[in-house]
């Protein structure tokens, strides 16, 4: 059964740091993973997503890397700003049905 | 291009009563998936809907039901509301295709007394 686990839970970093947000899962038979943002009491918004295939995606400041055969993602944020405080979640899709396997969340907070 | 939309944005509703939640999937997507996020339990998926057929289901009573229309828009039913129901529900819209992005709307914040 697919268990995905993100470590830390919780992060509070000064602003303008780069930092890593660590996600890893233990069935490395997945269709892609998905980086998600969830600021308080609102829906989710779509960072990255890597195909099972890929290694890395970038879009702007963010750099989500894959390593199926460890069972690992990484988010990379680039000099931290405060807007970029929310939690963070990385769900797998699996191969065989397709189905987001989801982590609990890391919640970011950056200090001005 | 119009994103994910879910109506309504807030429910109250008491012990016993039942609950129909909507969701309008991003135009061209004809899946959708629906989720249940609480601060215990985290997010759980509850089923997913193909062109008016359930595709997938999660492990929930069959309280919760759902459905999808010809248009792919769909709604979720919840009958004899417990008070662990309270809950945001969220809705995604499926890219399908090699990509098979997900795309959340808002979420509905159901509250049940």
């Known amino acids: 059964k697919q268990e995905v686990t993100q470590i830390p839970a919780a992060l509070s970093v000064p602003e303008g740091e780069n930092l890593v947000l660590n996600c890893s899962f233990t069935?490395?038979?997945?269709?892609?993973l998905q980086w998600f943002r969830q600021d308080p009491g609102k829906g989710l918004t779509s960072l990255l997503l890597?195909?099972?295939s890929q290694r890395e995606q970038t879009s702007g400041r963010l750099n989500a890397s894959l390593d199926k055969s460890s069972g690992r993602s990484t988010l990379y944020i680039a000099a931290s700003q405060p807007g970029d405080s929310a939690t963070y979640l990385c769900a797998v899709k699996e191969a065989s049905n397709y189905q987001l396997i989801w982590g609990a969340g890391t919640k970011l907070i950056i200090k001005p | 291009k119009a994103g994910v939309t879910q109506t309504p944005r807030y429910l109250i509703k008491t012990r016993g009563q039942q609950v129909t939640l909507s969701c309008s999937p991003i135009s061209g997507h004809r899946s959708v998936s629906w989720y249940q996020q609480t601060p215990g339990q985290g997010l759980q998926f509850l089923f997913e809907y193909f062109s008016e057929t359930q595709r997938n289901k999660g492990n929930f009573p069959g309280r919760f039901s759902g459905r999808q229309f010809s248009n792919s828009r769909s709604e979720m039913n919840v009958s004899t509301l417990e008070l662990g129901d309270s809950a945001l529900y969220l809705c995604?819209?499926?890219?399908?295709?090699?990509?098979?992005?997900?795309?959340f709307g808002p979420g509905t914040r159901l509250t049940v007394l």
């Open positions: 995604a819209s499926n890219s399908g295709g090699d990509y098979n992005e997900q795309f």
């Open positions: 890597i195909q099972s």
């Open positions: 069935d490395s038979a997945i269709y892609n």
